[in-house]
């Protein structure tokens, strides 16, 4: 099965600094979802990267607290900018690596922030 | 638009014991749905998924789940739980954008209690 990696996989940050998740897929995708996990909840969507193109934002969420990069079909970057604690979270990656078109995500292992 | 309800946040229950983790969702279109399992300090593993065809379906670690459309839910099941089991449990249904892509909605989670 194809696999999603991330890093880092924790850090601990200071208010006011920027920190970049990278997303590395093991096979080309056209699509890369972020995710967030803020603690004690379920995910939600923060932005959709295709590759070629700017990534399409959720409501609630900016490009310029959360840029992301997709240069090539496999790797794909989120920073988060700028961070309070209230970001503390767990920023998860994924891919359609299913059948097409059923919306089925393949996740890698987050990346656990923890903002001082 | 899609959403999720998972009614129980939190389900304790003894080993070797049945349990059923309850999930509805409202759509006013065909859905995939999925359940989604996080391990501590892991990423989402994807249990078992509806696209199609018969209503009962099995996953791994013996979960399955039955698909009831005039119910509009998908509950998990397990005849018999192991103290491994005890994680986070997502169900999630697929949303197209106005893009055309796929990707998921989310339930809040339950998180499955086993004990000795």
């Known amino acids: 099965s194809a696999v999603i990696s991330q890093k880092p996989s924790r850090d601990i940050c200071q208010r006011g600094t920027s920190l970049t998740i990278q997303c590395q897929v093991d096979?080309?995708?056209?699509?890369m979802f972020w995710y967030r996990q803020q603690p004690g909840q379920s995910l939600t969507l923060i932005a959709t990267?295709?590759?070629?193109?700017?990534?399409?934002?959720e409501s609630g969420f900016v490009i310029d607290k959360f840029p992301i990069s997709r240069p090539n079909l496999t790797f794909s970057t989120l920073t988060v900018s700028n961070m309070s604690p209230e970001d503390s979270s767990i920023y998860l990656c994924?891919?359609?690596?299913?059948?097409?078109?059923?919306?089925?995500?393949?996740f890698g292992e987050g990346s656990r922030l923890t903002v001082l | 638009a899609q959403s999720v309800t998972q009614l129980d946040s939190q389900v304790p229950v003894f080993e070797e014991a049945p349990v059923e983790l309850r999930c509805n969702y409202s759509?006013?279109?065909?859905?995939?749905l999925f359940w989604y399992v996080q391990y501590p300090n892991q990423g989402l593993q994807l249990l078992l998924k509806?696209?199609?065809?018969?209503?009962l379906v099995k996953g791994i670690n013996g979960f399955e789940a039955e698909f009831n459309k005039s119910q509009t839910s998908f509950h998990l099941r397990k005849p018999s739980v192991h103290i491994s089991d005890t994680a986070e449990y997502f169900c999630?249904?697929?949303?197209?954008?106005?893009?055309?892509?796929?990707?998921?909605?989310f339930g809040k989670g339950t998180m499955l209690l086993v004990s000795p």
């Open positions: 994924s891919a359609p690596l299913g059948a097409g078109g059923t919306g089925e995500l393949f």
């Open positions: 096979s080309q995708v056209t699509m």
């Open positions: 990267a295709n590759q070629g193109s700017e990534a399409t934002y």
């Open positions: 759509s006013s279109v065909s859905v995939y």
């Open positions: 509806y696209l199609s065809g018969s209503t």
């Open positions: 999630a249904v697929s949303v197209t954008g106005p893009s055309g892509y796929s990707t998921l909605t």
